[in-house]
């Protein structure tokens, strides 16, 4: 069965970095994007970054300049790199990724970025 198991998030003073990561397992024939939304207590869901398989990114403006994807596609897995943290960032980050026909979603990790 086709899974993402994300990992990184934690607790972070502003100004502070965190890595996550996602890796997808299964049988997979092909991950064409993956990528990365958020969701924060009250707001909606945010598209934060997303990477396609030919390493084409997108970030949305409230995190450009701060915030790095990448992915091995040999071993299926996002990065989320973060620097420069700030309280707004404070969410539920979410794993997204298109292969086999659809999207697949990630359990979801929580990062805090206390001021």
Not at 26 to 37: A, H, K, L, N
Not at 75 to 102: H, I, W
Request: hydrophobic share 35%; proline share 1%.
């Amino acid at each position: 069965q086709v899974q993402l198991v994300e990992s990184g998030g934690g607790l972070v003073q502003a100004g502070g970095s965190l890595r996550l990561s996602c890796a997808a397992s299964g049988t997979i024939d092909s991950i064409y994007v993956m990528g990365w939304y958020r969701l924060a207590s009250g707001k909606q869901r945010e598209l934060v970054a997303h990477i396609s398989r030919s390493l084409t990114t997108n970030y949305a403006d409230s995190v450009k300049g701060r915030f790095t994807i990448s992915r091995d596609n040999a071993k299926n897995t996002v990065y989320l790199q973060m620097n420069s943290l700030k309280p707004e960032d404070t969410a539920v980050y979410y794993c997204n990724a298109l292969f086999n026909g659809r999207f697949y979603w990630g359990q979801g990790t929580q990062v805090t970025v206390s001021s």
